[in-house]
């Protein structure tokens, strides 16, 4: 069972930044895909963006230019860097990770607002 815990959400003007870290329980340098989604209220988990073991990242268009996803394998944690957040951006984010199984974190609450 692979344990992920995120941290780093909180309360942010628009146009501010944050940075997400996910760190996992094992090594993670064989874990092939790792990622973040997130989760506004009312509406259905949608896709953030995704990382793979050789650093290939993929990004929903909505967050394209203005989030970074990283991971540092030393450390067994992935990282999302958020820029310019828009009110839109509000929501629990999650990271995740693909071995035989997801597994999924608990999720950090982030929240624009002015």
């Known amino acids: 069972q692979v344990q992920l815990v995120e941290s780093g959400g909180g309360w942010v003007q628009p146009g501010g930044s944050l940075r997400l870290s996910c760190a996992a329980s094992?090594?993670?340098?064989?874990?092939?895909?790792m990622g973040w989604y997130r989760q506004a209220p009312g509406k259905e988990r949608e896709f953030v963006s995704t990382?793979?073991?050789?650093?290939?990242?993929n990004y929903a268009d909505s967050v394209k230019g203005r989030f970074t996803i990283s991971r540092d394998n030393d450390k067994n944690t992935v990282y999302l860097q958020m820029n310019s957040l828009k009110p839109e951006d509000t929501a629990v984010y999650s990271c995740?990770?693909?071995?035989?199984?997801?597994?999924w974190g608990q999720g950090t609450q982030v929240t624009v607002s002015s």
């Open positions: 995740n990770a693909v071995t035989i199984i997801v597994h």
């Open positions: 094992i090594n993670i340098f064989s874990i092939k895909y």
């Open positions: 990382i793979t073991s050789s650093g290939m990242t």
